[in-house]
């Protein structure tokens, strides 16, 4: 693939950088090691009988588990996309695509993105940045991304901190409600709002699912930084800079899902950013979340094999089931009304 636009080479820096440089944040967390499950010795429970199966956004999933959005563009993210669209396809996963603006701008390049020929079962979530539409994208463009990748949903994701630190960034974020308001009226799918690893406030959340958002993914701080990764492609000193001064910016995971979950006991939600195992998956789903997030873990298996992927889905599977075993609970359900999970003293 030849001729590669800025947003086509920025994407294949993206996973680049991802994988080779430090870009986790680290130094405050997801928020979840001040909560510990209690260990229930006495189960009674047959381990075999155990259903990890949910309902998001009234479809059935097997596994709460979800690969987040990353990728699309290029060659590189091409296989990367269908590599994990195959094991979403075996093990019944949702999942998201890349931000899809360059489909848009080179619509010859929308095979980098599309996944349906390997995955025509899962609940498929196209992604778009919100800010696009003060740049030119209507719903009717949304609509169209859509309609190229058969998808289930749009994600619109919110990421100001990045377009900041971003050399070649899109920083009008003005009147951007109204225009959602619009997206969510008119479009015929769900419209999920959704961070890129900074968090959802409260007051934030209000004003999306005012606006007609119909779920939340708070991509939370404590995974991986987007403040690093544009400090990592920065043009200049000052860009390199103010991304390192933001490396640890954010509402950690944790706290958006508590606090959200608290106040919207109905709103579908998502948990994601810096989510690495099953047991931060099953903490997260005891806090309110009703499907978790992963997107560094996934980028690297990816890059190794779809064996590799399919391994990480088996372990998390089983770090879900045995949490639900050792707290006493044969689903979901029960997990997340049992108030097995305290704040450490
Ligand atoms: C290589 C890469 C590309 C990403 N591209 C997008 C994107 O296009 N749209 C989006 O909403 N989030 C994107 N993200 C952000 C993730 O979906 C996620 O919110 C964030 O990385 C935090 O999750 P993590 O800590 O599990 O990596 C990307 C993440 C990675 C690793």
């Known amino acids: 693939m030849v ?155 919110f990421n100001p901190l990045q377009e900041c630190i971003q050399p070649e960034g899109d920083t009008n974020f003005k009147d951007l409600l109204t225009k959602i308001e619009q997206v969510c009226d008119k479009l015929p799918i769900p419209v999920i709002a959704k961070e890129v690893g900074n968090g959802i406030s409260v007051k934030m959340a209000e004003k999306l699912i005012n606006a007609g958002i119909q779920a939340i993914d708070v991509a939370g701080m404590g995974g991986t930084s987007w403040a690093m990764v544009e400090s990592e492609r920065a043009k200049n000193p000052l860009q390199k800079e103010l991304g390192k001064t933001f490396a640890n910016w954010g509402i950690p995971t944790a706290d958006c899902v508590r606090d959200i979950r608290q106040q919207y006991s109905e709103i579908p939600l998502i948990a994601s950013g810096g989510i690495r195992n099953g047991l931060e998956v099953a903490k997260m789903l005891a806090l309110g979340a009703d499907v978790v997030g992963l997107a560094y873990p996934f980028l690297k298996t990816a890059m190794t094999s779809e064996e590799a992927i399919e391994e990480l889905v088996k372990l998390i599977i089983a770090e879900i089931k045995t949490v639900l075993f050792c707290t006493g609970n044969k689903n979901i359900n029960s997990l997340k009304t049992s108030q097995n999970l305290t704040i450490n003293n």
């Not at 947003?7 to 680049?16: A, E, G, L, P």
């Not at 097997?62 to 996309?81: F, H, R, V, Y």
């Not at 995955?119 to 196209?126: E, T, Y």
């Open 3 to 157: 001729n590669l636009t800025e947003t086509q080479s920025r994407k294949d820096d993206h996973i680049r950088i991802c994988l080779d440089e430090k870009v986790q944040v680290n130094q405050i967390t997801n928020g979840l090691e001040k909560y510990q499950f209690t260990h229930v010795c006495l189960p009674e429970l047959d381990y075999q009988e155990i259903d990890i199966n949910t309902t998001f956004l009234n479809r059935q999933l097997n596994t709460p588990l979800l690969i987040s959005s990353m990728t699309g563009g290029t060659e590189n993210a091409q296989l990367i996309n269908q590599r994990l669209a195959r094991i979403a396809q075996k093990y019944g996963l949702p999942m998201g695509i890349g931000s899809g603006r360059v489909i848009i701008e080179k619509p010859e390049i929308a095979s980098t993105f599309q996944v349906r020929d390997n995955a025509p079962d899962i609940m498929l979530l196209a992604n778009l940045g919100a800010v696009q539409l003060n740049y030119g994208y209507n719903w009717q463009e949304c609509l169209k991304l859509v309609e190229i990748l058969e998808a289930d949903a749009l994600i619109l994701h």
